[in-house]
């Protein structure tokens, strides 16, 4: 099935976003199609692979909507390169609105994809928006201080957190946020953007108050309130970057229906070396409760 794609620009709130869709191409004599709407994670914009999961999405008959979050990519917001978890899931829940009202979308049957980060997002939206009809969160992250202690050694962890609140003195007396790298040398991160970043729009930076903002951000406090809403759960078996472990233990609140996918390989495998298999598993959970 060929695809045509739509580059476009919708209201967050009063925050300009930018998002791209894809949808079967000849669509006008077709009924109103389900759609998709995907999120990516951490620091990463939607030009790192998105597309790849919205192409196949797309060919067995969605409509997909990707995005960036504001402050990244083309989408507008200050303060530049941070990630405000509750900001993102208000641009999720808008970027829900604008698809629901999109040309040939059917609104009551809409699916959420996130991962890692976005994930997380998913989770807490899927909780508390029922237009979301059908969730799949790829390695997500379910708890940011579960998270925050993995990428923060405990004989670091202290003076850490004193660079937090040095940075927020500092912005109190006006002075920029400060801007981290987001994917170290030789880290899983600089790995798989060199893999996924075809484009070389990876911004590799995040705002430091993005992490202190991570600390506040437990989507596994959500899990339980997603049912009756369909929820599948994809996991590498060797992810350190959003621990395996509090996945698991997360899956374990959530009600039925769920699923969990089980794929064997660290935190970005799913997104590279093994991408067909979290495609097929993600498609044919939404064929199952959307249709196509």
């Not at 990463?44 to 995005?67: I, K, Q, S, T, W």
């Not at 801007?179 to 790995?191: F, I, L, M, N, R």
């Not at 298999?277 to 196509?292: E, P, T, V, Y």
Request: glycine fraction near 10%.
């Amino acid at each position: 099935m060929s695809i045509e794609t739509q580059d476009i620009i919708f209201d967050g709130e009063g925050v300009k976003l930018a998002g791209r869709i894809w949808r079967p191409a000849g669509d006008a004599a077709h009924p109103k199609r389900p759609a998709i709407l995907l999120s990516h994670g951490f620091s990463a914009v939607m030009d790192m692979g998105l597309g790849r999961y919205a192409e196949a999405f797309a060919a067995a008959g969605f409509v997909c909507l990707a995005y960036d979050h504001r402050g990244y990519g083309n989408s507008e917001g200050w303060p530049r390169l941070e990630s405000h978890p509750w900001l993102q899931v208000e641009d999720m829940r808008a970027a829900l609105s604008f698809i629901r009202m999109l040309p040939g979308v059917d609104a009551d049957r809409v699916g959420l994809w996130g991962v890692s980060y976005a994930g997380g997002h998913a989770i807490t939206v899927a909780a508390l928006d029922r237009r979301v009809r059908c969730v799949v969160a790829q390695v997500p992250l379910v708890t940011g201080q579960g998270n925050f202690d993995a990428w923060v050694p405990a004989d670091k962890r202290e003076r850490f957190l004193k660079r937090l609140a040095d940075d927020r003195d500092a912005r109190a007396r006006g002075v920029p946020p400060t801007v981290s790298k987001a994917a170290y040398p030789g880290s899983e991160t600089e790995e798989w953007a060199g893999v996924v970043d075809t484009q070389g729009v990876y911004p590799n930076a995040t705002t430091l108050r993005s992490l202190e903002l991570m600390r506040t951000y437990e989507p596994a406090a959500f899990i339980a309130r997603i049912a009756p809403t369909p929820f599948l759960m994809i996991v590498a078996d060797r992810d350190t970057q959003t621990p395996v472990e509090g996945q698991l233990a997360a899956f374990a609140l959530a009600g039925e229906p769920k699923k969990l996918i089980t794929l064997q390989g660290r935190h970005y495998d799913p997104d590279m070396t093994l991408r067909p298999q979290s495609i097929a598993a993600a498609l044919d959970w939404f064929k199952g409760h959307l249709g196509n």
